[in-house]
C-alpha cells in the first residue's frame, strides 16, 4: 500500500479492507461514501468486477460495512451504493447496526442501452444512516432547492401581518435527479461508473461540517475527495487501481485551484429535483 496527498487530504492507493484496518484509526471519521463495486462485471482499468456468487460479493461487503462502521464516530452518518438487487442486502444487514434515515433513489437519465423486453433501469439506490439518531449533522439550510409548484407567479401568504411571498425553497425529498457523469461534461474522467460532483455536493453539504474527515473507501476518480476538498471538509480516499489514483491526485488539485466557484458553476447547470 502507498500513500500520497497531505496531512487533510490523504489517498491510499491499495484494498479498501486492508486500508481500513491498518490505517484508518477507528471512530475517527463523521461522514463515510461508500460506492463499492456493484457485481455486475463492470471493468476497472482492465480488472472485471465479478465474484462467483452472490453470497461472495454480499460476504465481501458485509466486511467493509462493519469496517466503516468501527471508523466512524458516534456521531456520524454513512451514504453506501450498490447494485439495485443487492441493496435490499444491505438494508437488512444494516438496519439492525445504525439507524435507516432514507431510501434515497438516485434517478436519472436513460443510459445509452434501452431496454426492449423489460423496463430498464433508470435509478440506483442510496442507504443514507446515522449511528445516533438524537444527534447527527444535517445542515438542512444548505441543500435548500427550488420546490417546483407550477405557478407561473409567486405565491403571496396573505395569513402574514404584513403579506409576504411564500418561501418556495425546500429540503430535498428523497428521489435525487442528477445527470450521469457523460463523456462530453466537464467533470469527466476516464472511468465507468463516476459519480456526478452535484451528488457528492448534496452529501457532503448535508452531513459535514467544514473540518470534517470523509471517508471514502472505494474512491475510483475520487469525486468524493474533490468535492471534500472544495468545500473545505479533509478526506481519506482508498483505491486498488493505480489509473484511477492518478487521476485522484490530478483532481485533488484541480479542486484547490477551484475551490467554491466550479462547484456552484455545476451544481447550476446538472442539477434538477423531483417534486417531493
Ligand atoms: C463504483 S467505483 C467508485 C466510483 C467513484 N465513486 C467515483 O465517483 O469515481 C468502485 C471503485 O472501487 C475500486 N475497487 C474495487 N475493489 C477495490 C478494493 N478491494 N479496494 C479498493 N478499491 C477497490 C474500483 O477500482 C473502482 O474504481
Redesign the pocket.
Known sequence: MEIFGTHQHRIIH????Q?LQTLVPDHSVDLVFA????NIG?C??G?I?KWNTEEAYLHWCYQWLDLCLQKLKPHGSLYV?TATQFMPYFDIYLRHKINILSRIVWNYDSSGVQAKKYFGSMYEPILYAVKDKQHYTFNAADILIEAKTGARRKLIDYRKAIPAIYNTQKVPGNVWDFSRVRYRMNEY?N?P???PVAL?ERIIRASSHKGDTIL?????????CAVARQLGRNSIG????EE?VKIGLRRLQLAEEYKGEKLQRQRRSFETDSIA
Open positions: 491499495g484494498d479498501a479492507l486500508a460506492d463499492p463495486p456493484y463492470k476497472f482499468s480488472h468486477e451504493m474522467e472511468h461508473t463516476q459519480k457528492l471514502d473507501p472505494f474512491s475510483g476518480t475520487f469525486t468524493t482508498i483505491e486498488l487501481q484511477y
